[in-house]
């Protein structure tokens, strides 16, 4: 009986120890599966009329939906306002600056670098439609196609079925 007393209490031991170190590894795995995830991120730098397509690249995409594109070091993004500063980089004009960050920017896309239907391929059909605002429509399509991309908006004007600018907040 002594030996089993002994077994006993060698064993309650073992185990007691066996469960607090599986308590101490299950906080230390839980502190870990909390690490930071990084949000998409587009940076741009340069003149966009010499070619434009990197409106279609999944990374601007994302981007955009995340909030985070920067034409030329300036953050751009519908949410910041400021005074009606304006600034123009390369090729890009700048609305509502303040320091390194823009409510909008609008930039001209090389001709017929990006068609319409590689929009919609990329950023689907729902989007909202306005008529061109200055001058008569030349072909079926012309106009102003406006599509809601996450945190971001971005407005492409598509003549002769091609994208000539784009607009982005």
Excluded: C
């Amino acid at each position: 009986m002594n030996k089993i007393a002994k077994t006993f209490v060698a064993g309650s031991i073992v185990f007691g120890t066996a469960l607090g170190i599986s308590v101490s590894n299950e906080g230390v795995s839980h502190s870990q599966a909390q690490a930071a995830t990084t949000q998409p991120w587009y940076e741009y730098n340069g003149y966009t009329s010499k070619g434009g397509d990197f409106v279609l690249d999944q990374a601007f995409y994302n981007g955009l939906k995340a909030g985070n594109v920067e034409f030329n070091g300036i953050k751009v993004n519908g949410k910041y306002e400021s005074n009606t500063a304006t600034k123009t980089l390369y090729d890009q004009k700048f609305q509502q600056v303040d320091g390194n960050k823009a409510n909008n920017v609008a930039f001209d896309i090389q001709n017929k670098a990006v068609s319409f239907k590689d929009i919609r391929v990329q950023y689907g059909q729902n989007y909202k439609y306005q008529e061109p605002m200055n001058g008569e429509k030349k072909a079926k399509g012309d106009g102003l196609y406006g599509y809601d991309v996450g945190k971001g908006h971005i407005v492409f004007y598509v003549s002769d079925g091609y994208v000539k600018s784009a607009t982005l907040s």
